[in-house]
């Protein structure tokens, strides 16, 4: 009933930037969360940076003062702008929202289908 799109990633040298987009569509009554994750070849999922449907933000403790969240409630729209991206940073990120589809109805995750930053020189 809703899906998640992300645009934005690519090759970055070390020190480098890049701005994520991930936008919510289809039958959407409300948002709660719109977070970002990341796996890395080899590794599990893991949380970077989310944002409630308020302004309060929670990054990881590795992306904190580097990474910012970002959201557009306007546009179901979740953004998060990368700074002094290192090689570690490399992985693929997904977007993450939790929402509702009728004012009644129960809340449901969905994600997104990835999109790889790799961070070399």
């Known amino acids: 009933q809703a899906t998640l799109e992300e645009s934005g990633g690519g090759l970055v040298q070390p020190g480098g930037s890049l701005r994520l987009s991930c936008a919510a569509s289809?039958?959407?009554?409300?948002?709660?969360?719109m977070a970002w994750y990341r796996q890395a070849p080899g590794n599990s999922r893991e949380f970077v940076a989310g944002?409630?449907?308020?302004?309060?933000?929670n990054y990881a403790a590795s992306v904190k003062g580097r990474f910012t969240v970002s959201r557009d409630n306007a546009k179901n729209t979740v953004y998060l702008e990368m700074n002094n991206l290192k090689p570690e940073d490399t992985a693929v990120y997904y977007c993450?929202?939790?929402?509702?589809?009728?004012?009644?109805?129960?809340?449901?995750?969905?994600w997104g289908q990835g999109t790889q930053v790799t961070v070399s020189s």
């Open positions: 944002m409630p449907a308020g302004e309060s933000t």
């Open positions: 289809g039958s959407i009554y409300s948002i709660n969360v």
């Open positions: 993450y929202a939790n929402l509702h589809y009728s004012q009644s109805g129960p809340a449901d995750n969905i």
